[in-house]
C-alpha cells in the first residue's frame, strides 16, 4: 500500500499555497514544508502552518488565513481548490491526496468570490441567493398552532437531501456559467451603502445551482409552496434558471451529492408552466 | 425617543431562535457571530431532540416523566422549575420545527419518527437522519433570513463579540465586537445584550466541538463581572473516533438504533472482529447494566469504556485506546436511513464502512453542563413565568444568556436530545421576558454615548498594545495545545485531587506566559492570528474555574467522578446485615447531600475564580439516588422508599395536628 511506503519513507512533504494579502492585491505562491503524520488533513496541515509561521526556506511569514468550523463536513466553512479541485478541506486526507503521482500539496482559495485573505473568500452571495429565493417557509406566527402539514416517507426522502446543502459553494466554483463579482468598496462608504451596492451587483447575476435547489425544496413543502409561484417568478426571470448551460459540473463536486441537476430540470420544468400560466393570466 | 434595540451574541439554536421570537415581537435584533450564522456549531448535532408525544403517551409517558428523567439523569444538580418548564414546552418545540419544515424523518404512514436515546426508556427522541442539529439550525436560519429581509434583523457575520459594555452602575448598555476582516473595533449600543455563544470545547484542545467553540465569549462576559455555575461539570462522550485535529463524534443514536459496545474477551485480540465468536465478546454494557444496556446515561458509559481500557487492559489496540461499537447485525438499508450521515463521517475519516466492519471509538469531551448563572422566576405550579425579565439574565442587569453558554437544564450530566430542546426552549421561552424588559425602561442605552466611547477606546487600546508587543516569544498556540493536555488529563473521566492541584498550578503558569505571547502577525486585516491569541488568553479563566471547581468538590455527582469518594457497594450477604448496609448508605447519601447538594458559582477576581456554593431548587421532584447498575441497589431502593414514605406521612399527620 502506498500509505505503508509512505509512512517509512517520508518525513516530510510540500504544500504550495496561493496566497494573497487582501482584496485587490496581487497574489503570490509560498511553499511550506510540513512534517508528515499519519491521518492528518488539511486542516490539520494548515494548523501546523500557522503554529511555525515559516516558509520552506526558512524565511519568517505570516500565517495563511483559512477558514474551518465543525471539523467534519457539515459546516461547509472550509471550501477551496486542492489539488485543482474543488472541495472541503477538512475531509481532505493527506494520505488520499498524497498517492500516486502528486508529491505535493497545492491549496488555492476559490476563484468565483472575491478573495478576502489567502484561503478566505466572501460568500455572501451564496446567502443572498437564498434570499432572493425566500428560502423559507412562511409560517403565520411562532405560537404554538399544533404540529406541521403531514409528510410522507416517500416526499421526506427527497426533501432531506436536498435540505443537506451547506452553502459550500463547491457547485458554484464548478459552475461555467456562474461568474464572479467583486464589488471595491469606495473610500468612506458607509456599510449600508457598500452592502446595497454589493447586493445589486448580486442579484442581476446567475443564482447559482444550489438557489435553485433550495427553491425547489421550499416549493414541495406543503406551506412553503404558498409562495411558489413568487419563487418560480424569480427563476423565471434574469440571472434565474435559463442561465444554466446542463453542463451537469455542479452535481459532480458537490460533497453532500445533492441531486442538482434534478432539481434544475424541474425548476426549468416549473418554470415553463409558470410562464404558461401567466400568459393566460391565471397568475 | 428611538427605539429599544437587542444585541444577541451567537447565531447558533440559542441565538436564532431567540432572534425570530424578538422579531415577531416587533424588537429589532443586530446578531452578532464569529462565523455565518449558517455554519454555527450546532450544525454538527446528529441524534435528536427530546419531546414526550403521542405514541410515548400511550405507554405511560408524561412531560412529568420526561422532567424526571431529565432531573434524576442530572444527578439532582438541576434548578427544577426551568427543567419542568422546558419538559412542558417540548412537544410544542417540535411541532414548530415540524411547521417550519424540517425534515424530520417519518414513518410509513406520515408522522414523526422517533428513536431511543440514553438515559429513558421511552422512544422521545424525533430526528432528521444523522443531521438533526443541521436540520433544526436550517429551518431557524431561514426564518432569520427572511426577517433579514425585512430588515428586522442585521447581522453582523465574522464579527467576535470582545465583551459587555457596563455603564458606572455595572449595568449592561450594549457589547463590544471586533470585525474580523477590517479588525474595526466597534461599540454596539443595545438595551439588552443576549449571549447564547455556545459551548467551551477548545479549552480541551480538542474535542467533539467545533473551532468557534472557545468558550470566549462566556469568558469574556465572566470576566466582566457575570458569575459561572457549575463549570466543572463537563460531559465527555463515550463514543468518538479519535483525530489529530478533532474527536470527532459518534452519536448515541448509533446505540439507539441497535449500535453494541464490546471488546474482545482476550485483550487485544488480533483476529478480523467479524470472526470473534458470540462468547469470546464481552458486551460489558449489556451485562453490567441489563435494564438499560448500551443506553445507559452518557457519564456512566463513559467511567465503563474508559475503566475496560485503562484498568481492565482490555483495549482493542495495544497504542491507542478504544472499543467496538457494532452496528453490522442491522439491514443496510435501515442504516443508511437512518444513521446514513453518521456513517459517512465514520467512512470519511476513517476509511472503513461501518457497515461492515464494527467501528473503533473512545470517550471525548463532548458537552458543558457548565456556564453563565442566570436567574428565573418560578410559579406555584413548580414552572417559570411566562414572560418574566427575570428569566435568564445574568447577575449583570439587562445581560442575558441562553443555550449551551448557561448553566441551567442539566445538572451534573445532560441526557442525549436534550440540548437541541434547551437551546430552542430558551431561545423561544425569553424573548417575551425581554421584550417586558424593554418596555420598562424608561432611559435607553442610546444615551450612554460616553460609555460607549470610552468602552470602545478601551478595547482598542487593548489590541493595539497587544500587536505592538515584542519581546514575548511564547507561541499562542503551543500553549493552547499545553493547556488542552493538562485539561484533558487532569479533568476529564476521572478526577483526583493531587492531579488537580497541579493541574491548576501549571494552567496558572501557562496563564502567566500566555501574557508573553508574540504574534506572527500584526498586520490590522484578517488577522487570524490576533483574534486566535485572545481566544487562548480568554480560555484561561475558564480552565481555572472548571478545574478549581473539581478540585473543591469532594463527591462523586453525574459527570464528576472522583474515585476517592465513591460510595461504597454493598457487601453483606444476609439479608439483614444488607439491610442496615442500606440504611447506613442511604444516611451517607443525605449527609453528602446537605453539604454537596449545591451548584457551584464562581466569580472572578482578576486573577483567580473565587468560588461559593448555592442551594439548588428541589422543590419540585425530591432528590433520590442514582442507582444504575450499583450492587444492591433494590435494597437501597426499598429504604429509600420507605423513608420518603415516613416522611410524607409525617408532613401529613404533622398537617393534620396543625387543623
Ligand atoms: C458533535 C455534537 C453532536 C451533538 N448532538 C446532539 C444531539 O444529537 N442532541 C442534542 O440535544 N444535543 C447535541 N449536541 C449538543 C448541541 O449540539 C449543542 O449544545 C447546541 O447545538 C449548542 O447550541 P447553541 O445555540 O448554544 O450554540 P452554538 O450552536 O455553538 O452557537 C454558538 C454561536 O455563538 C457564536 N459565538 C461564539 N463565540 C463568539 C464570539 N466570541 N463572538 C461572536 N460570536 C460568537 C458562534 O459564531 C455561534 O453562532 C451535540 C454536540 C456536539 C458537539
Ligand atoms: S448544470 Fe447548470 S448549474 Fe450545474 S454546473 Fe452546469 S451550468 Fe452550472
Ligand atoms: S449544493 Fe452541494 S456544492 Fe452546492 S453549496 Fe450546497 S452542499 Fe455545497
Ligand atoms: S470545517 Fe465544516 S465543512 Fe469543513
Redesign the interface.
Known amino acids: 500500500m502506498i500509505k505503508d511506503a509512505y509512512d517509512q519513507t517520508i518525513s516530510s512533504f510540500t504544500v504550495r499555497i496561493e496566497r494573497q494579502d487582501g482584496p485587490g492585491s496581487p497574489s503570490y505562491w509560498e511553499t511550506f514544508d510540513v512534517t508528515y503524520e499519519s491521518d492528518m488533513n488539511v486542516i490539520s496541515v494548515l494548523q501546523r502552518i500557522a503554529a511555525m509561521s515559516e516558509t520552506a526556506t526558512g524565511e519568517k511569514t505570516t500565517p495563511v488565513a483559512w477558514s474551518c468550523g465543525c471539523l467534519e463536513e457539515v459546516c461547509g466553512s472550509c471550501t477551496m481548490v486542492i489539488n485543482g479541485k474543488v472541495r472541503q478541506s477538512c475531509s481532505a486526507l493527506v494520505d488520499n491526496l498524497l498517492d500516486g503521482t502528486d508529491q505535493e500539496l497545492v491549496l488555492q482559495p476559490m476563484s468565483k468570490f472575491p478573495v478576502v485573505r489567502d484561503l478566505v473568500v466572501d460568500r455572501q452571495r451564496i446567502f443572498r441567493s437564498l434570499q432572493r429565493v425566500e428560502a423559507w417557509v412562511p409560517v403565520d406566527t411562532y405560537y404554538d398552532m399544533g404540529p406541521g402539514p403531514k409528510v410522507s416517507r416517500a416526499q421526506q426522502e427527497i426533501n432531506y437531501p436536498l435540505s443537506e446543502c451547506m452553502s459550500c459553494g463547491c457547485c458554484m466554483e464548478a459552475c461555467p456559467q456562474y461568474t464572479k463579482v467583486e464589488v471595491v468598496r469606495a473610500d468612506g462608504e458607509s456599510d449600508a451603502d457598500y452592502d446595497k451596492r454589493v447586493n445589486e451587483a448580486y442579484d442581476t447575476q446567475f443564482i447559482g445551482p444550489q438557489a435553485i435547489s433550495q427553491a425547489m425544496l421550499f416549493n414541495s413543502h406543503p406551506t412553503g409552496a404558498q409562495i411558489a409561484e413568487e419563487r418560480l417568478e424569480l427563476l423565471s426571470g434574469p440571472g434565474g434558471v435559463q442561465v444554466c448551460g446542463n453542463a451537469q459540473n455542479c452535481v459532480t463536486v458537490c460533497p453532500k451529492e445533492i441531486p442538482l441537476t434534478t432539481s434544475i430540470a424541474r425548476a426549468g420544468r416549473a418554470v415553463t408552466v409558470h410562464k404558461f400560466k401567466k400568459w393566460f393570466g391565471k397568475s | 425617543m428611538s427605539k429599544p434595540r437587542v444585541v444577541i451574541v451567537g447565531g447558533g439554536l440559542a441565538g436564532l431562535s431567540c432572534t ?2 424578538l422579531c ?1 415581537l416587533g424588537v429589532d435584533v443586530d446578531l452578532i457571530s464569529l ?2 450564522v ?4 450546532s ?2 448535532a446528529q441524534g435528536g431532540i427530546n419531546s414526550c408525544n403521542d405514541q410515548t403517551r400511550q405507554i405511560g409517558d408524561t412531560e412529568w416523566k420526561h422532567f424526571d428523567d431529565t432531573v434524576y439523569g442530572g444527578d439532582f444538580l438541576n434548578h427544577q422549575p426551568p427543567v419542568k418548564e422546558m419538559a412542558d414546552w417540548a412537544p ?1 418545540v417540535i ?2 420545527m ?4 424540517v ?6 404512514e ?3 419518527d422517533r428513536r431511543r436515546f440514553g438515559g429513558t426508556l421511552y422512544k422521545r427522541t424525533a430526528f ?2 444523522a ?1 438533526t442539529g ?2 433544526l439550525l ?2 431557524l436560519d ?2 432569520v ?2 426577517w ?2 425585512q430588515g428586522k434583523v442585521t447581522k453582523y457575520e465574522h464579527w467576535d463579540f470582545l465583551g459587555p459594555i457596563l455603564d458606572e452602575n455595572r449595568v449592561c448598555r450594549g457589547a463590544i465586537a471586533q470585525n474580523l ?1 477590517t479588525m474595526e473595533i466597534r461599540s454596539f449600543p443595545a438595551d439588552v445584550v443576549v449571549v447564547g455563544s455556545g459551548g467551551p470545547g477548545l479549552v480541551y484542545g480538542r474535542s467533539t466541538m ?3 467553540c472557545t468558550g470566549s465569549a462566556a469568558s469574556r462576559c465572566f470576566q466582566a463581572g457575570a458569575k459561572y455555575g457549575n463549570g466543572e461539570f463537563i460531559q465527555v462522550h463515550p463514543t468518538a473516533i479519535p ?4 474527536l ?2 459518534m452519536s448515541e443514536s448509533a446505540r439507539g438504533e441497535g449500535g453494541r459496545v464490546w471488546v474482545p474477551r482476550k485483550p487485544q485480540d488480533s483476529r478480523d472482529p467479524k470472526s470473534i465468536p458470540e462468547d469470546e465478546r464481552y458486551y460489558f454494557l449489556e451485562s453490567r447494566y441489563p435494564e438499560y444496556g448500551n443506553l445507559v446515561p452518557r457519564d456512566i458509559a463513559t467511567r465503563e469504556i474508559f475503566d475496560i481500557c485503562v484498568n481492565e487492559g482490555l483495549s482493542v489496540e495495544a497504542d491507542r485506546l478504544c472499543v467496538y461499537l457494532d452496528l453490522t447485525h442491522i439491514p443496510k438499508p435501515e442504516l443508511d ?1 437512518k444513521l446514513g ?1 453518521i456513517l459517512d ?1 465514520y467512512q ?2 476513517q ?1 472503513v464502512d461501518p457497515r461492515d466492519v464494527p467501528m473503533k471509538i473512545f470517550p471525548a469531551v463532548h458537552y458543558s453542563m457548565g456556564g453563565l448563572w442566570t436567574d428565573y422566576e418560578r410559579t406555584q405550579a413548580g414552572g417559570l413565568r411566562v414572560a418574566s425579565p427575570r428569566n435568564h439574565q445574568t447577575n449583570i442587569e439587562n445581560l442575558y444568556a441562553i443555550g449551551e453558554c448557561d448553566y441551567h437544564y442539566h445538572g451534573a450530566n445532560r441526557l442525549g436530545a436534550n440540548s437541541l430542546l434547551s437551546c430552542i426552549f430558551t431561545g ?1 421561552f425569553v424573548a417575551p421576558g425581554i421584550q417586558q424588559k424593554l418596555s420598562g425602561m424608561t432611559k435607553l442605552s442610546s444615551e450612554y454615548a460616553t460609555v460607549h466611547k470610552a468602552a470602545q477606546d478601551e478595547h482598542q487600546n487593548r489590541h493595539d498594545s497587544l500587536l505592538k508587543r515584542d519581546g514575548g516569544n511564547e ?1 499562542p ?2 500553549l493552547h495545545q499545553e493547556l488542552g493536555q493538562v485539561m484533558t488529563r487532569s479533568a476529564t473521566v476521572v478526577r483526583r485531587n493531587d492531579q488537580l492541584a497541579e493541574a491548576y498550578e501549571t494552567i496558572c503558569d501557562l496563564h502567566e506566559r500566555s501574557k508573553n505571547c508574540s504574534l ?2 500584526t ?1 490590522n ?2 488577522n ?2 490576533v483574534v ?1 491569541t485572545k481566544g487562548v488568553m480568554d480560555m484561561f479563566p475558564l480552565a481555572k474555574t472548571i478545574v478549581k471547581g473539581a478540585l473543591q468538590r469532594d463527591e462523586c455527582r453525574g459527570a464528576h467522578y472522583k474515585p476517592d469518594f465513591q460510595f461504597p457497594p454493598l457487601q453483606a450477604t444476609t439479608d439483614q446485615e444488607r439491610h442496615r448496609e442500606a440504611e447506613l448508605w442511604c444516611d451517607r447519601f443525605e449527609e453528602n447531600n446537605k453539604k454537596w447538594l449545591k451548584s457551584t458559582i464562581a466569580e472572578f477576581d482578576g486573577e483567580h475564580p473565587q468560588i461559593t456554593y448555592e442551594d439548588v431548587d428541589v422543590s419540585i421532584e425530591p432528590p433520590r439516588p442514582r442507582l444504575y447498575g450499583l450492587v444492591g441497589a433494590e435494597v437501597i431502593e426499598q429504604v429509600w422508599n420507605d423513608r420518603r414514605a415516613k416522611r410524607s406521612a409525617d408532613v401529613a399527620e404533622n398537617q393534620a395536628a396543625a387543623t
Open positions: 425570530m421570537k415577531e462565523v455565518p449558517k455554519r454555527s456549531h450544525v454538527c410544542k411541532d414548530l415540524d411547521r417550519l419544515g425534515t424530520f424523518n417519518r414513518t410509513q406520515g408522522f414523526l432528521a437522519g443531521t443541521q436540520q436550517y429551518g431561514e426564518q433570513r427572511r433579514e429581509s476582516r467545533s473551532v468557534m483525530g489529530a485535529d478533532k470527532r463524534l436511513r450521515g463521517i470519511k475519516f476509511g423561544l507561541n498556540y503551543l506572527s502577525d498586520g486585516w484578517t487570524q492570528n486566535f
